[in-house]
Nanobody, 121 residues
Framework: QVQLVESGGGLVQPGGSLRLRCAAS?????????MGWYRQAPGKERELVAA???????NYADSVKGRFTISRDNAKNTVDLQMNSLRPEDTAVYYC??????????????WGQGTQVTVSS
Protein backbone atom coordinates (compact mmCIF):
# COMPACT_ATOMS: atom_id res chain seq x y z
CA GLN A 1 0.00 0.00 0.00
CA VAL A 2 1.12 3.52 -0.81
CA GLN A 3 0.32 6.78 0.91
CA LEU A 4 0.93 10.18 -0.68
CA VAL A 5 1.03 13.36 1.38
CA GLU A 6 1.30 16.83 -0.15
CA SER A 7 2.68 19.93 1.53
CA GLY A 8 3.73 23.45 0.61
CA GLY A 9 0.49 25.00 -0.56
CA GLY A 10 -0.66 28.43 0.51
CA LEU A 11 -1.46 31.96 -0.53
CA VAL A 12 0.94 33.81 -2.81
CA GLN A 13 0.82 37.01 -4.84
CA PRO A 14 0.95 36.98 -8.64
CA GLY A 15 4.53 36.59 -9.78
CA GLY A 16 5.48 34.76 -6.62
CA SER A 17 6.74 31.24 -6.08
CA LEU A 18 5.79 28.14 -4.15
CA ARG A 19 7.30 24.69 -3.85
CA LEU A 20 5.05 21.71 -3.35
CA ARG A 21 6.30 18.42 -2.01
CA CYS A 22 4.78 14.98 -2.26
CA ALA A 23 6.07 12.38 0.17
CA ALA A 24 5.37 8.74 -0.56
CA SER A 25 5.39 5.98 2.01
CA UNK A 26 4.56 2.31 2.13
CA UNK A 27 5.74 -0.75 0.31
CA UNK A 28 5.67 -0.51 -3.47
CA UNK A 29 6.58 -3.15 -6.01
CA UNK A 30 6.94 -1.40 -9.32
CA UNK A 31 8.91 -1.99 -12.47
CA UNK A 32 8.48 1.64 -13.41
CA UNK A 33 6.34 4.55 -12.39
CA UNK A 34 5.08 7.98 -13.33
CA MET A 35 4.76 10.56 -10.58
CA GLY A 36 2.64 13.57 -11.37
CA TRP A 37 1.05 16.72 -10.13
CA TYR A 38 -2.54 17.45 -11.08
CA ARG A 39 -4.72 20.41 -10.24
CA GLN A 40 -8.41 21.14 -10.15
CA ALA A 41 -9.89 24.62 -10.08
CA PRO A 42 -13.53 25.29 -9.15
CA GLY A 43 -15.85 24.38 -12.00
CA LYS A 44 -13.08 22.80 -14.05
CA GLU A 45 -11.87 19.30 -14.76
CA ARG A 46 -8.79 17.95 -13.06
CA GLU A 47 -5.78 18.41 -15.32
CA LEU A 48 -2.23 17.16 -15.45
CA VAL A 49 0.28 19.86 -14.57
CA ALA A 50 3.57 17.99 -14.69
CA ALA A 51 4.83 14.43 -14.58
CA UNK A 52 8.13 12.64 -14.20
CA UNK A 53 8.89 9.00 -14.89
CA UNK A 54 11.18 6.67 -12.98
CA UNK A 55 13.61 7.22 -15.85
CA UNK A 56 13.59 10.98 -15.34
CA UNK A 57 11.50 11.92 -18.37
CA UNK A 58 9.33 14.98 -17.72
CA ASN A 59 6.17 16.33 -19.27
CA TYR A 60 4.43 19.65 -18.64
CA ALA A 61 1.14 21.23 -19.49
CA ASP A 62 1.59 24.01 -22.03
CA SER A 63 0.24 26.53 -19.54
CA VAL A 64 3.10 25.93 -17.09
CA LYS A 65 6.06 25.29 -19.38
CA GLY A 66 8.97 27.51 -18.46
CA ARG A 67 7.44 28.35 -15.08
CA PHE A 68 7.11 25.04 -13.23
CA THR A 69 9.72 22.35 -12.64
CA ILE A 70 9.05 18.82 -11.42
CA SER A 71 11.78 16.79 -9.76
CA ARG A 72 12.13 13.64 -7.69
CA ASP A 73 14.43 12.28 -5.03
CA ASN A 74 14.19 8.52 -5.06
CA ALA A 75 16.25 8.14 -1.88
CA LYS A 76 13.72 10.23 0.04
CA ASN A 77 10.67 9.08 -1.93
CA THR A 78 9.66 12.65 -2.63
CA VAL A 79 8.47 14.55 -5.69
CA ASP A 80 8.64 18.34 -5.79
CA LEU A 81 6.91 20.90 -7.94
CA GLN A 82 8.68 24.25 -8.05
CA MET A 83 6.21 26.89 -9.21
CA ASN A 84 7.51 30.28 -10.32
CA SER A 85 5.86 33.32 -11.88
CA LEU A 86 2.52 32.25 -10.49
CA ARG A 87 -0.66 33.59 -12.03
CA PRO A 88 -4.21 33.83 -10.66
CA GLU A 89 -5.26 31.10 -13.09
CA ASP A 90 -2.88 28.73 -11.28
CA THR A 91 -5.23 28.82 -8.31
CA ALA A 92 -6.43 25.26 -7.64
CA VAL A 93 -6.17 22.28 -5.38
CA TYR A 94 -2.99 20.46 -6.34
CA TYR A 95 -2.87 16.68 -6.08
CA CYS A 96 0.05 14.30 -6.11
CA UNK A 97 -0.48 11.17 -8.18
CA UNK A 98 1.44 7.94 -8.55
CA UNK A 99 1.02 5.52 -11.42
CA UNK A 100 2.88 2.34 -10.56
CA UNK A 101 3.51 -0.25 -13.25
CA UNK A 102 4.61 -3.74 -12.32
CA UNK A 103 6.81 -6.00 -14.38
CA UNK A 104 3.60 -7.86 -15.24
CA UNK A 105 2.17 -4.65 -16.76
CA UNK A 106 -0.34 -4.19 -13.97
CA UNK A 107 -1.11 -0.57 -13.16
CA UNK A 108 -1.91 0.90 -9.77
CA UNK A 109 -3.09 4.44 -9.04
CA UNK A 110 -2.67 6.40 -5.83
CA TRP A 111 -3.72 9.94 -5.00
CA GLY A 112 -2.84 12.38 -2.28
CA GLN A 113 -5.52 14.39 -0.54
CA GLY A 114 -4.49 17.68 -2.13
CA THR A 115 -3.11 21.03 -1.08
CA GLN A 116 -4.65 24.41 -1.85
CA VAL A 117 -2.70 26.95 -3.89
CA THR A 118 -4.20 30.43 -4.12
CA VAL A 119 -2.64 33.15 -6.26
CA SER A 120 -4.16 36.52 -5.47
CA SER A 121 -3.09 40.10 -4.93
Amino acid sequence: QVQLVESGGGLVQPGGSLRLRCAASGTVFSHRDVMGWYRQAPGKERELVAAITSGGITNYADSVKGRFTISRDNAKNTVDLQMNSLRPEDTAVYYCHALLISRYDREYDYWGQGTQVTVSS
